[in-house]
């Protein structure tokens, strides 16, 4: 009988976790690995609402069920990477180990500023924070978020839409919101929809706070007030401040390992079949491939699909039939969500109205899929 072959998945977010539901699907013919330090998936873009629904957290943090007789979850932080040995160095809360590898897929993405992301907070207990977060906005009355791109716009309208009482304002440094490149219809709906929440925005202003500035920059924390917000001319009174601008790659260990790997901006640098660069059996997937897109979630699933069937390929087919990345839209793509009854979208050449964004994916923010692929029903409450 001959041995299967072993595939480990370095980041169980989009792109790890479709990996690994591929090859669950090949029923026991491989042994995937799974190495990440959460003992669950967290559907990022879906934990917008934690800010604004009390209990939230527990439909976004979803425990890992991976199926298959030797298939399993490795809970750690991967440390190294040897391309020539094959392995991966894990340390866990039993020290380090090395797994051993014949294909691999790094899938580490990046991590913003908590709350948008608890990549930074996962050693303190991530989910007691996000509903200490949701009872300290509860409890605020005037809320800022610096940063209006997709994330931004998101949280900043959950909080507006389920308490439109409280004074939200949303502070972004350049002309339109989420993503200049969109086409003037798209900013035209989204303006229109916001407007429609209430939620005050000020573009093209440069945010600080007087004595603040290493605060603004911790990603592992948001501020509290009272404290006075400088937008250009305005001074803006807040008693939360949540930064939602900027991101950092999750590379430490690349780094370390195989900085010539890295480009300038620290991603990994990959072909068009998004194989590592000087590899044929290590893949990068997700947010750390070097490649000319947005960092968005279904990019991040559809470049696992990418890796997992082409390592598929190389074992059964002998490489033939890979495919390459392709099959994404062409243009300017974001679907955003303004609280569970709004949103716009533009996808390629198609524009999205509130309408179609609210069912598609404003209404329950995807949670029961991503449970799916979990191989899990979402509780009811």
């Known amino acids: 009988m001959a041995t299967k072959k072993e595939i480990v998945v370095v980041g169980g977010g989009y792109a790890g976790m479709t990996v690994v539901k591929f090859f669950e699907a090949k029923q026991n013919k491989y042994k995937v690995t799974l190495i990440d330090p959460k003992d669950f998936f967290y559907h990022t873009y879906g934990g917008i609402r934690n800010v604004a629904v009390d209990g939230w957290v527990d439909s976004v943090c979803i425990p890992y069920n991976i199926k298959g007789e030797e298939?399993?979850?490795i809970k750690g932080k991967a440390t190294k990477i040897d391309f020539e040995g094959n392995k991966v160095t894990v340390a866990g809360s039993d020290g380090e180990v090395e797994v051993p590898f014949d294909y691999a897929v790094i899938c580490t993405g990046q991590t913003n500023h908590f709350p948008a992301n608890i990549g930074a907070v996962l050693d303190?207990?991530?989910?007691?924070?996000l509903k200490k977060t949701y009872a300290e906005v509860n409890a605020a009355k005037k809320v800022v978020f610096i940063g209006g791109?997709?994330?931004?716009?998101?949280?900043?309208?959950?909080?507006k839409a389920a308490h439109p009482e409280k004074e939200v304002t949303l502070l972004h440094s350049k002309e339109h919101l989420v993503n200049s490149n969109l086409p003037p219809k798209f900013h035209k709906k989204l303006d229109k929809e916001i407007g429609k929440l209430g939620l005050t925005v000020k573009t093209e202003v440069k945010a600080s706070i007087e004595g603040q500035d290493e605060a603004l920059s911790n990603y592992e924390d948001y501020i509290r007030g009272p404290v006075t917000v400088n937008a250009g001319?305005?001074?803006?009174?807040?008693?939360?401040?949540?930064?939602?601008?900027?991101?950092k790659l999750n590379n430490d260990f690349l780094k370390?390992?195989?900085p010539e790997k890295l480009t300038d901006r620290g991603d990994i640098k990959?072909?068009?079949?998004?194989?590592?660069?000087?590899?044929?059996?290590?893949?990068?997937?997700g947010d750390i491939s070097a490649r000319d897109e947005r960092k968005l979630a279904f990019i991040a699933?559809?470049?696992?699909?990418?890796?997992?069937?082409n390592i598929y390929k190389m074992i059964e087919k002998q490489g033939k039939g890979m495919v390459k990345k392709d099959g994404l839209p062409k243009g300017p793509t974001n679907v955003v969500s303004l609280g569970p009854k709004s949103g716009v979208g533009q996808v390629g050449g198609i524009g999205l109205g509130p309408f179609m964004v609210k069912n598609v994916k404003s209404k329950s923010l995807v949670t029961k899929a991503h449970w799916a692929l979990n191989n899990q029903k979402m509780p009811k409450k």
């Open 256 to 258: 370390e390992s195989c």
């Open 233 to 247: 001319s305005d001074k803006i009174e807040a008693d939360l401040v949540f930064m939602t601008v900027g991101a």
């Open 71 to 73: 298939n399993k979850h």
């Open 124 to 129: 303190k207990s991530p989910k007691e924070l």
């Open 270 to 285: 990959v072909n068009e079949y998004l194989q590592v660069e000087g590899t044929t059996n290590v893949f990068a997937a």
């Open 149 to 159: 791109g997709p994330t931004g716009v998101e949280m900043a309208a959950e909080v």
């Open 301 to 309: 699933q559809k470049h696992g699909q990418i890796a997992a069937v």
